[in-house]
């Protein structure tokens, strides 16, 4: 009689499984809530009555989205470029200026607080002052204002990753007398990159924000804030509420191409 002995179970297997299933919950959660929320909107405005240049009911503004899809897209674009032009800018420049407060305490004593009036700038008051300065053509102004206002965040959180050394290793970089660039480049920037994405990921929304914002006060009328404001003006609330979905979809189109870079960029931070 011969004893047979089982082989120990394969855990393993089952990961891929349970990430897959996770990654499903992720995906469905939003969307469940999403429509919730439009069926508690439609049935609000229709039971209460509510009238249209309040809040118009979902079905309608599905209905001018539908419609006005090309325009809707085409004003995305539009406001889509300068966002991107104006986050990347001010997302280099805080950069940049982060790696060059890390080292000196002086320098980032004078670069704070700075930052943090530009950041209080309110675009009612810098966007008017830019579009003077440049063409009325120009989708300068706009750029700049979205480059201010994702400088901040971005340079706030690279500056706090940058700092985070660890005592051991800034020692073992002193014992081997390697050049502050060169802890720069292999210790700071690596253990800032978690850092550095918060930062991005805020940006990314606050770019779209400020590319709309800045559509409000001139310039050329062919971005998702000029829309608005012309629709409102005719009264046509469900069509301007239609741009301000489209303003809604780039700035998750936004977040979500900064938070796929991030699992690109740190494939070690991806969750379980």
């Excluded at 069926?39 to 209460?48: I, K, L, M, P, T």
């Excluded at 009328?221 to 809604?248: E, F, M």
Aim: hydrophobic share 55%; proline share 7%.
């Amino acid at each position: 009689m011969s004893a047979t002995t089982s082989a120990p179970p394969r855990r393993g297997r089952r990961r891929p499984r349970r990430w897959a299933d996770g990654a499903l919950v992720r995906l469905l959660a939003p969307v469940v809530a999403a429509v919730l929320v439009l069926v508690a909107w439609e049935v609000f405005v229709r039971v209460g009555d509510v009238q249209p240049y309040l809040l118009p009911a979902p079905s309608a503004i599905g209905e001018q989205l539908a419609a006005g899809a090309p325009q809707v897209l085409s004003a995305a674009l539009a406001t889509g470029a300068n966002a991107l032009v104006g986050l990347v800018g001010g997302s280099l420049l805080g950069m940049a200026l982060a790696l060059l407060a890390v080292r000196s305490r002086w320098l980032r004593d004078a670069l704070v607080p700075l930052a943090a009036a530009a950041n209080a700038v309110p675009i009612v008051a810098l966007a008017p002052l830019l579009y003077l300065m440049f063409s009325s053509t120009s989708e300068v102004p706009r750029r700049v204002v979205v480059g201010v206002v994702v400088l901040f965040p971005v340079f706030v959180n690279a500056l706090r990753g940058l700092a985070q050394v660890s005592p051991v290793h800034a020692e073992l970089m002193r014992s081997y007398a390697v050049s502050s660039w060169a802890v720069t480049r292999t210790v700071r920037l690596p253990g800032a990159l978690p850092f550095v994405f918060t930062g991005l990921r805020l940006a990314s929304s606050l770019a779209v924000i400020a590319a709309v914002v800045a559509e409000y006060f001139g310039g050329l009328q062919t971005g998702l804030g000029a829309r608005i404001t012309s629709a409102a003006a005719q009264s046509a609330y469900p069509r301007a509420w239609a741009y301000v979905v489209g303003a809604c979809a780039l700035g998750v189109l936004f977040y979500v191409a900064a938070l796929a870079l991030e699992r690109l960029v740190t494939p070690h931070a991806r969750p379980r």
